[in-house]
Every structure is written in C-alpha cells, then in structure tokens.
C-alpha cells in the first residue's frame, strides 16, 4: 500500500462514526402516603424546588428502616412504549430486570439498556383508589442525594424545573401517536439537567400518575425518586373506608 493511499485509509478511520455502547441504567421507586414522606423533611423546603436534601430518607429506605404500614404497593413502573414515548421525545424501551420491595431494601426497581443521550419514560400510576394525590416527590441529583420537590402547576412562561404538574389529559394526549407533548408543553418546563424529572398528571378523583423522564448518561447510573400521596377529597375517604358514606363495614 502507497503512503498516500495509508494517510487516506487512516483519515476515513477516524472520520466513521462510532455509535454509541448501550449502557444500563436502573430506576429505583419508592411511594410512601404522605405522613411517612414527611417524617423524613427535616429541614426548610424553600420553594421546593430541590433546596432541601433528604439523606435520613434515602437511608431507611435503604436499610429497611420503615414502617411497612407507609408504603404504598399497589403502584407499579409502566415503560411508555411505542405509541406513547415519541411524543415525549424518548424511545420505547424493553425492561431488562425488575425487583420488588421485598428484593431491594424497600425500593421498586426497573433495569434497562440504552445509549447515552436517549430518553426514557416511566409512568407510575396507582391501581386502586387509595392515596392518589401526588403532593410532593424526591428525585435524585448528579452526586446521588435525594432532593425535595413540589410539583407546580406550570403557568404560561414557566421556569424550567425538576418536578411540574399538568393536566393527566394533557399528558396523555401524547398516547397512540397523539399530540407532541414534549416539544408543545415540556420543552419549556422540564429540567433534565440532573438526567431525572418527574411530570404529574393531575387527574383529579380519577388519581394522579407519575411520568419519570430520564435522560441516559455517558455510563450506567442509577436514579432514584421518591413519591408522596395524600388523600384527594371524599371519594377517597369513601373508598379508605373512613368518614361518613363509607362502603367498608
């Protein structure tokens, strides 16, 4: 081979592109009601916008040191396949692994591959009626604290953050090739910065669901958030079987 054929072939070498590795990311999930979630918010919240770090939490969680009475059970992690996640920008994934509470400390856990750069989506929503208003949430930054949030409704010229709050109706406008919910509603609200956001669909009696948008790293990571619910009027006290109308004898 010439020397000027071997400076070409070497230039065209470098020059392809390489396409990036899949990496492995976990989410881990934890829904406690909203009394257990306050124990652990020891400290001024600010305007719950993450000022707040939440390490006593993080670690009983960690080290099973809860009541179990806290935890709700009943919400599971939904991947938004094909019909939904283009609309968010991201990709449908396939779950690689799951665990229960009862495998990893008192989190739920979910595994996937990606590539660095892809977006994900989690959806978690409750299965029965009770508890099914999201009052707040911790999500995990960059170093791995959880940080307290409180999901705002989003006005007309929001400031990007890591926890908002929308219609459920506008959030599912997004599913079986709807509205483009990412570039019409979150462009402009969500911060990814940390790689971690979550959405809440605010759906009145109907319940709440929990949209978690991940933003896979360079290497494989693991994000973490944490979900308080509240009581959400008589429909859920009707169906907690306290006060008056209630259908549990």
């Keep these: 081979m010439s020397r000027v054929a071997s400076v070409v072939w070497l230039v065209a070498l ?3 592109p390489v396409r990036a590795r899949a990496a492995e990311y976990t989410l881990e999930v934890a829904d406690l009601i909203d009394v ?24 009983a969680l960690d080290e099973r040191q809860m009541s179990r009475g806290v935890i709700l059970y009943d919400r599971d992690l939904y ?3 094909e019909g939904l996640a283009p609309a968010y920008g991201a990709v449908a994934v396939r779950p690689t692994a799951y ?5 990893k400390g ?20 409750p299965a029965t009626q009770h508890w099914r208003e999201v009052r707040e949430v ?75 948008l991940v933003e896979d790293p360079p290497e494989p990571w693991t994000f973490r958030a944490v979900i308080g619910w509240a009581y959400r009027g008589s ?12 259908i549990l004898r």
């Design 138 to 212: 911790a999500l995990s930054d960059r170093g791995g604290e959880l940080r307290y949030y409180i999901p705002y409704g989003v006005t007309l010229w929001p400031r990007p953050s890591k926890a908002v709050a929308f219609p459920l109706s506008t959030l599912r406008s997004g599913e079986d090739g709807g509205a483009p919910v990412w570039d019409k509603y979150l462009s402009r609200a969500v911060d990814l910065s940390d790689g971690l956001a979550a959405v809440v669909g605010t759906g009145g009696l109907n319940g709440d669901w929990v949209y978690l």
């Design 235 to 246: 429909g859920d006290r009707i169906q907690a079987g306290t006060g008056r109308g209630s």
């Design 99 to 103: 665990s229960s509470s009862e495998e």
């Design 79 to 81: 991947p938004a396949g």
């Design 106 to 125: 008192l989190w739920k856990s979910v595994r996937w591959e990606g590539k660095p750069g892809e977006r994900v989506v989690w959806v978690v929503r």
């Design 36 to 59: 257990g979630f306050h124990y652990f918010v020891r400290g001024p919240v600010g305007h719950g916008e993450g000022e707040l770090v939440l390490p006593e939490l993080a670690r």
């Design 14 to 16: 470098v020059l392809v």
